[in-house]
Nanobody, 118 residues
Framework: QVQLVESGGGLVQAGGSLRLSCAAS???????????MAWYRQAPGNQRELVAS???????NYVDSLKGRFTISRNNAKNTVNLQMNSLKPEDTAVYYC?????????WGKGTQVTVSL
């Protein structure tokens, strides 16, 4: 199994920044063979949506609307994936979830709340 724990969420004013981190633990074999890791978010009343993803080789993918403001990075030595969020807007308010994908299995963290105030 793979366990994911997010951290770094909180309350920030519009225009501010936050850095989310996700630490993976559990089966070392499975962690090292993850195909990709990603961040999703879910706002109240909305479906969970992809924010950004990063492959084991470092390739990244972003939702078009977030390009230039959010940056995903991965530290394979520490088994962590980070999401740097800049120029935050109230519409970025959501629970942010860490995801890890291996073969046909998705692992999820419990989420961390990000609230952006005016």
């Amino acid at each position: 199994q793979v366990q994911l724990v997010e951290s770094g969420g909180g309350l920030v004013q519009a225009g501010g920044s936050l850095r989310l981190s996700c630490a993976a633990s559990g089966s070392i074999f499975k962690i090292l063979s993850l195909d990709s890791m990603a961040w999703y978010r879910q706002a109240p009343g909305n479906q969970r949506e992809l924010v950004a993803s990063i492959t084991s080789g470092g390739g990244t993918n972003y939702v078009d609307s977030l390009k230039g403001r959010f940056t995903i990075s991965r530290n394979n030595a520490k088994n962590t994936v980070n999401l740097q969020m800049n120029s935050l807007k109230p519409e970025d308010t959501a629970v942010y979830y860490c995801n890890a994908h291996r073969q046909d299995i998705d692992y999820w963290g419990k989420g961390t709340q990000v609230t952006v105030s005016l």
